[in-house]
Every structure is written in C-alpha cells, then in structure tokens.
C-alpha cells in the first residue's frame, strides 16, 4: 500500500505541467540574453519595470508598444532594460501612433477596444505520467489600432492578461488547478514576447491581417512567442531548454528562485520552478457586430527545473495542443474597459460556446 501510494502522489505531481497559452504580448524583460542576478532578483524592481514597460504583458494582447528593435538589447538585466525602456515604452504609445493615417473602412471597423476570452485545451505527457489533459482560460481587454506605420496592431492593455484559469487532470491521480492568479504570482504580468516583425528576417511581417471575401470579414493574428524563465534572441528558432545549467535561464519573476515560479493545488501542491515557451496564431471572422471568433492555432513547451523542491519533477514536458477544442472571443467595448470591469461582468460580455465544457477531461 505505501509504494502504491508513493507512485500516485509521483504521478500526480506531474500535472505541474500546465499548458497556458496565450496570442498576445509584449516583448517582456525585453529578451536579455545574461541571467538578472544582479537586477532582476527583487519581486518589487521587476514587477514595476516590467509591468509599467509593457515587457511582461506586452500586448496579445497588451501593448506590444516596444520598439522591435528593442528585443536585440540582450546584454542588460531586467531591471536595466525595463527601466532605461519605461519612458519611451509608455510615451511611444501615444507618440507611435499617426494622426492621420488613411485606414480603409474595413480596417476602421476593428480599430477600438476589445475584451478578449482565450479557451486552450491539450495534453500533457512526461515520463510518469502520458496523456494528462488540461483546459486553460485567459481573459484580456485589448487594443487595435494602428502603429508608426498606418499598420493595425494588435496590443494588451495596460500590459497584462487579466486572468488566468485552469483545470487540469481526469482521475483522482491528477487533478487540480494551476494558482495562475496568486497575489504574489507575475505569470500575467511577466513574461518576454514577440510579434512576427520582432523576429531576426522578418521585419515587416503583418501581425494582424483582416480581409473581406464573399461578403465575409476574416481575422488572423499571425505567429507570435511568448517566454518565461529563460532568454532568447529568436524563440522560433533556439532550441528549447532542456537542462539546468542553460545559461539562459535565469529568476524571471524576482522571486530568489530559478526560471519562473507558479504552484499547483491538488493531491500534490507545491511550486515549481519551470520555463516555458508558447506559440499562438488565431483565426476567425466577424460573426456579428463588435463580435469576433475563431480557433487558436499553439504550442506549449515546458521545462521544469531541477531545484523545484518536489524531486519528481524535472526535464521535459510534452504537450499535444488540440485546436479543434482551442477557442477565442473579441467582443469590441467601450475605450474605458479595464480588467477589473471586464472580470465583473465577463458572463455578460462574453458568449462563445467553451467546446470543453461538456468534454470529460480524457
């Protein structure tokens, strides 16, 4: 019975390994190629850099207002290079904007405000545990409007995800819940991010396409990267890390431990200190007025690191993403909308149909 119980609770400790994808950011921390140990160690510097940057949340949905010449300065610390970016990051918000640009009738339709409802399903693999399924929701309110050249852009609010649920696991073994929204957690607030055009070859690459054929509008929000725990210079092309002594990773959140923390409640619960790197793309069509949907195209990579104190859990995660299951939302609102009015009333705004909700977690 006591090796029996053993091997449930090493089981279960695999469900740490949460997929949360996303589509939208900014470049986060700013993509620093050294590990913050000498800036980037304090809870309280990293978290005002980063969020008053826009270098945790970027835009996906936040305000990807970073210069993507910005994400090569990768020799200065968090601290530094949010710090010495926070001006310009939030005067060129405005600053970056034309006054006068020609934007067709089409494109002046998606300028605006949008609550934002991501719903991400996948499963989960590592060497305990095969096929553990999980379903992610992210609530954002975001921006489209157009950046310093008359091109519509796609941008997260004040530089965060509102709010992150998840629900994970289908037995007794597995299940729980990832503590995303824990007042001391950064996991909506931190993180690196690219859009196309930030990638080493493809400035100019579109990060927003919408088009009108047959009378129907369509929208795509191309391939973007989002990064916690570790720096790179290109994430679409680096490989992933894959072992603790990576020099880049690195205290992504501040908090005096490695990589990035986040904790899980559940038959085991703890912290886990992992890095992640995620891919989005997201397409769909105007189904009614000031009404968006479509499907999310993304990818999920998961190392945790071995100083996680559960001993179970390390190297690499293995996640299937399932877009068939994967779901979004933008409902257009009023300029003024922030998290918290959108947190109130997301039952009323939002009425996309979760394809999760009546689909046993198997």
């Known amino acids: 019975m006591k090796k029996f119980m053993i091997s449930i ?43 008053e940057n826009g270098n945790g949340n970027g835009n996906v949905e936040e305000t990807d207002s970073d210069d993507p010449a910005d994400s090569g300065d990768q020799t200065d610390s968090v601290e530094e290079t949010d710090s010495d970016d926070q001006a310009d990051s939030e005067d060129q918000t405005d600053s970056d904007e034309p006054e006068n640009c020609e934007l067709s009738e089409l494109e002046q339709e998606f300028v605006g405000t949008w609550a934002q409802k991501i719903i991400l399903r996948s499963k989960s693999s590592t060497t305990l545990a095969k096929n ?38 289908d037995n007794i073994a597995n299940k729980g819940v990832v503590k995303f929204n824990e007042p001391d957690s950064k996991f909506n607030t931190i993180f690196h991010h690219w859009k196309p055009a930030d990638l080493p070859g493809h400035e100019g690459e579109a990060y927003l396409e919408i088009a009108e054929e047959g009378g129907e509008k369509t929208f795509k929000l191309n391939k973007d990267w989002e990064l916690r725990g570790a720096n790179m210079s290109d994430p679409s092309t680096e490989d992933m890390v894959a072992n603790k002594n990576d020099a880049r990773i690195f205290d992504h959140d501040g908090d005096g431990n490695a990589a990035f923390t986040i904790k899980f409640n559940g038959f085991v619960s703890g912290p886990m200190y992992y890095v992640q790197r995620l891919s989005h793309v997201l397409t769909g069509k105007v189904v009614g007025e000031g009404k968006i949907e ?28 399932d877009t068939s299951m994967s779901v979004f939302q933008l409902v257009k609102v009023d300029d003024s909308m922030d998290c918290a009015t959108l947190l109130e009333n997301a039952n009323s705004i939002f009425d996309i149909a979760d394809p999760n909700t009546d689909v046993p977690l198997d």
Do not use: M
């Not at 913050?36 to 969020?51: A, F, R, S, Y």
């Not at 852009?153 to 965060?160: S, T, V, Y």
């Not at 990818?299 to 071995?306: G, I, L, M, R």
């Open 9 to 51: 609770a090493a089981i279960c400790a695999v469900i740490f390994f949460i997929s949360c994808g996303d589509n939208t950011s900014t470049k986060q921390d700013e993509n620093n190629t050294e590990p913050d140990t000498e800036n980037g160690t304090g809870d309280e510097n990293v978290k005002d850099d980063e969020t």
């Open 132 to 169: 553990v399924p999980s379903v992610t929701t992210r609530y954002l309110v975001v921006e489209i409007k157009p950046d310093a050249n008359c091109k519509l852009d796609f941008n997260k609010k004040a530089d965060q995800i509102c709010r992150t649920d998840n629900r994970t696991g």
């Open 294 to 321: 479509g499907n999310v195209e993304w990818s999920d990579e998961q190392f945790a690191h071995p100083d996680t104190p559960n001993a179970t859990l390390k190297g690499q995660k293995t996640t299937v993403t």
